[in-house]
């Protein structure tokens, strides 16, 4: 079992749809929690920290739920910047793991 | 603020060839990731240094694959002999400090091993 799992879609949604992603760990001992982005042929930028409490960022929603171990992301009101790749990323003994990524497509 | 540098962009070998990646972190992280990122997956650690010294080498093929940080600032990830599977991505990262603080990716080596 891979240790963060991520559906890789691809999610192909039209502008203005509200998409949402999980993603679930296997390691309980996992300290904290962040989705990153990743454009075609770029590398990953850091969009949000995942807190427990749960916390919003614009048109972006991360919730944590440690109980059933799974990461979610919501994004409102969909942009066609917004298609990219998804990625899932897990803290553990100071080491990022990173889940295989949900792609998105925003369609017009 | 100048971002992670890494050279060269774009790399294409034979197997069994050698090949060397650079990378310069944002002035004053400490903290140095390469990554290997294989078409279709996300990013896997292969080592993490903290200034000149190795926190984690543990997904790193030790047979073939070698890393330094010598100065503890720029660093080098070489691959002696390459085989066909080594095709990926190859992505350096550097944080402030390790563990969750962010870690700002470079643009990555695309390397092809024919």
């Known amino acids: 079992r891979k240790e963060v799992e991520q559906d890789p879609g691809p999610f192909n949604v039209p502008e203005g749809a509200t998409v949402a992603f999980n993603c679930t760990y296997s390691?309980?001992?996992?300290?904290?929690f962040f989705w990153y982005r990743q454009d075609c042929r770029k590398e990953p930028k850091l969009l949000m920290s995942?807190?427990?409490s749960g916390n919003e960022d614009g048109r972006f929603t991360a919730q944590l739920n440690r109980a059933s171990q799974y990461i979610s992301l919501l994004i409102r009101d969909s942009k066609l910047s917004d298609s990219a790749t998804y990625l899932c990323?897990?803290?553990?003994?100071?080491?990022?793991?990173f889940g295989t990524g949900t792609r998105l497509t925003i369609i017009p | 603020e100048a971002g992670v540098a890494q050279s060269p962009r774009y790399k294409i070998i034979e197997k069994r060839q050698s090949v060397a990646f650079w990378c310069n972190p944002i002035?004053?992280?400490?903290?140095l990731y390469w990554y290997q990122q294989i078409l279709g997956q996300g990013p896997k650690l292969l080592i993490q240094f903290q200034n000149n010294g190795v926190v984690d080498d543990s997904q790193l093929p030790k047979d073939r694959f070698s890393a330094e940080r010598l100065k503890g600032v720029d660093s080098t990830l070489k691959i002696q002999p390459a085989k066909l599977e080594d095709s990926a991505v190859y992505l350096c990262a550097s944080s402030f400090l390790s563990g969750g603080n962010e870690q700002f990716f470079g643009p990555g080596t695309r390397l092809t091993v024919l």
């Open positions: 002035s004053g992280h400490a903290t």
């Open positions: 990323v897990a803290l553990g003994n100071e080491k990022l793991t």
């Open positions: 995942v807190y427990s």
């Open positions: 390691n309980s001992a996992s300290q904290s």
